[in-house]
């Protein structure tokens, strides 16, 4: 049966702007936009616009004084908010900065990912796809890794206002430390992330012997992984993984981030991954038949991001798409062999040793076989109004405030010196 899919997208949030000398480019959402427009597949999917999420739609996450003074600041201002700036992470020194129409990023990156969400949940589409979406280190009250508003666990919390249980796979270089600490201690999420793994390394959690806590306990499932990671090393990891979690979890629906620092050639990664072997991971996960929400994330790149973000479009819509990429608005960009595949580099080492890997994997299924069984819910008719309380004494039971991320030095701890800058 033919999947019906939806695409979510404006293309004025290209331009948006972090920063003369900042890594993360909107700019690269427009770039994939205009690449799904000249290869035409947009005729194949819904395309939506999204709206701008509403305050009370983002506090039904994060805290309301935080959304305030998200909607409130501008540069202008900024001196009126000089001890925000710091308690929230946002300003001139931070990874996160303050510029000009902050607030509208956010509302626009997480309305797409909430009416998304409200999609699968209406049974209009089975798969919808919000690429500027999938900011996942952003917490309750707090800016991080570039990330603002999470709006993966605005769509998660959407979801499961009528799915018993949401499954969210994260295939970003970088540990998805937002999502995992707001659904740690429940047993309706299950969060699976496959990300580069060092002391020194943003976020610095993620660590195999993290596995959840109290209900949610063995629901976190974190795979660290070592600098050289190629497409074999990664499917021999991801496919026995997310094939197990389908068994012992059962989710009714899943949040798939498709992150593309993971790739090779990344202004911040240190992966050695091709468009086709991260794609192998979005066509794993679309052959299970879960309604299925795929959102973007990290990737600096931007050339290489627009790449893959369109090649994995086609490949939700089951549709090939020729190497030779066609005219668009951006042909110099992809200058000088305007294709769009790219072969990964030789040269890098891949530290993911075959022995590493049947470690990693071995503790990862033992943690999955301590699940009884799937978590059984009791739903109620879908409300014709699909909102949370307002009342923030009200606390979604679903959703953790605080986390003791707990690490332990082992066989799957990096050792190495990595260093990487704060990202997606």
Known sequence: MKKRVAYFMDNDIGGFYFGQDHVMQPHRLSMT??????????RK???????????????????????????????????????ELDQYHVGKNADCPLFDGLFEFCQLYSGGSIDGARKLLSGSSDVVINWPG????????QASGFCYTNDIVLGILELLKFFPRVLYIDIDLHHGDGVEEAF????????????????NF???????????????????????LKDGMDD?????????????????????????????????????????MTIKGHANCLQFVKEFGIPTLVLGGGGYNICNVARCWAYETGVLLDTALDDTIPFNDYWEYFAPDHKLHFEKDNSVKNMNTPRYIDSVKEKVIENLRCLCAAPSVQMQEIPSVLFFSDDEDEQDPDVSTHVDHRQADGEFYDDDEDHGMDAS
């Open 134 to 141: 999938g900011l996942h280190h952003a917490k309750k009250a």
């Open 232 to 272: 074999e090393s990664y499917e021999s990891l991801f496919k026995p993984i997310v094939q197990k979690v389908m068994e012992m979890f059962r989710p009714s629906a899943v949040v798939l981030q498709c992150g593309a620092d993971s790739l090779a050639n990344d202004t911040l990664g240190s992966f050695n």
């Open 33 to 42: 936009h205009n690449l799904v427009l000249a290869y035409g597949i947009y």
């Open 184 to 199: 740690y201690v429940t047993d309706r999420v299950m969060t699976v992330s496959f990300h580069k793994y060092g002391d």
């Open 45 to 83: 999917m819904e395309v939506y616009r999204p709206r701008l999420a509403t305050p009370e739609e983002l506090i039904q996450f994060h805290s309301p004084e935080y959304i305030e003074f998200l909607s409130r600041v501008t540069p202008d201002n900024r001196t009126l908010f000089r001890k």
């Open 202 to 224: 943003f976020p610095g959690t993620g660590s195999i012997w993290d596995h959840g806590f109290g209900k949610g306990e063995y629901y976190a499932v974190n795979v660290p």
